[in-house]
Each structure stands twice: as C-alpha cells, then as structure tokens.
C-alpha cells in the first residue's frame, strides 16, 4: 500500500528565511512517480513539479529546489528567501508508474500549510 | 485558457436535497477525477474517469455517482446530501495516467456545506 507523510501540519517563518518542507513516502513498488503541489488561500492546487523514482538529480527552479532521496523515502521541498506570497498550503503526492492501460493510484499527503510572515 | 472549471464555487444544501457539480475541461485530457478535501485528511478520491462514458469508483464513492458523456464534462451528483458530505470538492483532469508521469490539473474548488 502506498503511503506519503507530511508530517509538518503548519510552519511559520519570517520573510526571507529559508523553509524546508519534508515528503516521506512508502511504497512496495520500485518505480513511481512523485508530485509536489500548492494551495494558495485561493483554493485551487497548482502543479509545481514531478519526479520519477529512476531520476534522483535534485532539481532547482528559482528559489524552489527539491531534494529526491530514494535510500531515504523522501521528497523534500525548498523555499530559498521565502516570500509572502509563498503563503499556501503544499501537498506531495505518490503514484505507481502504469505498464498498461488504465488508472493508477495517487496518494496525497495531509499537506503542510505554510505561513510567511512579512 | 480557462483550464478545469467548476460550477458551483459554493452551495448550501439542506439534508436530503440533491445536487450535481459540473466539472469542464478545454485541454482535451483522457483522464478525469472528483476528489473531496477534509481538515486533516488532504485530498480523497471519489471517483474518477479514464475517458468519455467511463467511469470507476475512487476510495469514498458511497452517496455519490457520476457521469461523462462528454470528454470535456465530469458530473458528481448528490442524490441526497448529508452531513458527512460537507467538505471542498476539486475536480483534476489530466492528459493520460498519473502513472505516466502526467501532473493533474485541479479546478478552484466547490464549497459544499450540507446542513
């Protein structure tokens, strides 16, 4: 079964700090694919990366990077020089690869709402 | 580019009434879901789509069905509410499986308060 853990439920920290959200997740199946998404106050998820269990080069776009450690079972978060309108809540999510035709399972963390404070 | 749009943003329903969300895509994806948001216990699928005039259920299907006559159209209804369905329910779409690496796209949610 698969399982992802945020176990950050909230994290408040002053503009500018760096901020590390944590992703840990099981699965009995080697390969996957992992996701990172945002909730602004707004509401609506946005997409912000994906990970494939083969790929385990962190990634950095801006201020965000995303640290994949496969030995480990996490997928952890970034935020360099946190900005106000970093404020959201941030889900990641697991889902087995697809061989053939058909769904596959996503499983979604509880999320972490972070708080930044100007 | 509208993306996944969902009608209403928010409703108040009485015990027992009825009620269909209409979820619209305009980027041509296979792949549809219904998911509901609670405090606690981040995003729960309910049902979800693989393509026009299919459907399956998700991990808390029971109270709801659904509907996708048209590629661009998901439609959860309530036949008749109750309390436990009070919650925020987003619609995903994407081009094919998740299992493909495909991201969902999500809608801005509908805000459900059943009383």
């Known amino acids: 079964a698969q399982k992802v853990t945020q176990a950050q439920t909230e994290i408040s920290v002053v503009e500018k700090e760096d901020v590390t959200l944590d992703c840990v997740y099981e699965t009995r199946d080697t390969t996957y694919y992992l996701f990172w998404y945002k909730q602004p106050p707004s509401g609506e998820l946005v997409f912000l990366i994906r990970?494939?269990?083969?790929?385990?080069q962190n990634e950095i776009s801006g201020r965000y990077s995303w640290n994949f450690q496969k030995s480990t079972s996490s997928f952890n978060f970034t935020i360099t020089a946190s900005q106000v309108v970093d404020s959201a809540v941030y889900f990641c999510a697991l889902s087995e690869v697809l061989f053939s035709g058909g769904y596959q399972k996503v499983t979604f963390g509880t999320g972490t709402k972070l708080q930044v404070i100007p | 580019n509208a993306g996944v749009t969902q009608t209403p943003k928010f409703r108040v329903l009485k015990t027992g009434q009825s009620m269909t969300l209409l979820c619209a895509q305009d980027m041509n994806h296979e792949y549809m879901y219904w998911y509901r948001q609670d405090p606690g216990m981040g995003l729960r699928l309910i049902h979800y789509s693989v393509g026009e005039g299919t459907t399956a259920k998700g991990e808390v299907p029971d109270g709801y069905n659904v509907s996708r006559l048209k590629k661009q159209n998901f439609l959860l209804g309530l036949e008749s509410a109750a309390p436990s369905q009070t919650s925020v329910y987003f619609c995903a779409s994407s081009y094919s499986s998740t299992g493909k690496g495909q991201p969902q796209h999500f809608g801005d949610g509908t805000r459900l308060s059943i009383l």
């Open positions: 990970r494939n269990s083969f790929d385990e």
